[in-house]
């Protein structure tokens, strides 16, 4: 279920933080979180992601993000050389 939820939007019930799913960790312990980051203030200014245990999360009715790999290279390719 981990990887379904990846691009989600989602909201912790307890604080009301909310973000895209761009994370998942699993735990040995059995707990497992998600990385919730939220969009930028309307004036740029860049909100820091933060990690929520999953029976926490409120998963939204709303569009997943996807991004375009077509390039190949998507979000972890190799650094660019000088």
Known sequence: ???????LQATDTLTGFSGTITGHADYITGCDQFLLQPP???NGEYVESRWFDE???????KAKLELDNSNGNG???CAPTK
């Open 1 to 7: 279920m981990a990887h379904e939820w990846m691009g």
């Open 40 to 42: 930028t203030k309307e």
């Open 55 to 61: 029976q926490r999360l409120q998963i939204e009715d």
């Open 75 to 77: 979000a972890c390719g």
